[in-house]
């Protein structure tokens, strides 16, 4: 008794088509992952700069010049000269 030809082609593509699947379902957890990692850098992102404006903010309201005298180079003179 012999196999029907067309059951051997059916199983010779089988093989490549399962492994194709396998493969898109691990590409789609991957892009998954990925979505997700990105998702989370985007809003820690988002909160740096919201930190970054919070910071400039302060320095620009405050008054850097009050007890801070002026440099004058002939005057003040590292120690090591």
Known sequence: MTKPPYHDDQASLSAPIEDL??????????????????AIQTQEIADLKKQMQFLY????S???SEGIA???PLTNKPPHY
């Open 70 to 72: 002026p440099f004058d």
């Open 57 to 60: 903010q302060r320095v620009e």
């Open 21 to 38: 699947q396998v493969r898109i379902t691990f590409l789609d957890d991957l892009v998954e992952e990925l979505n997700q990692q990105l």
């Open 62 to 64: 405050s008054d850097l």
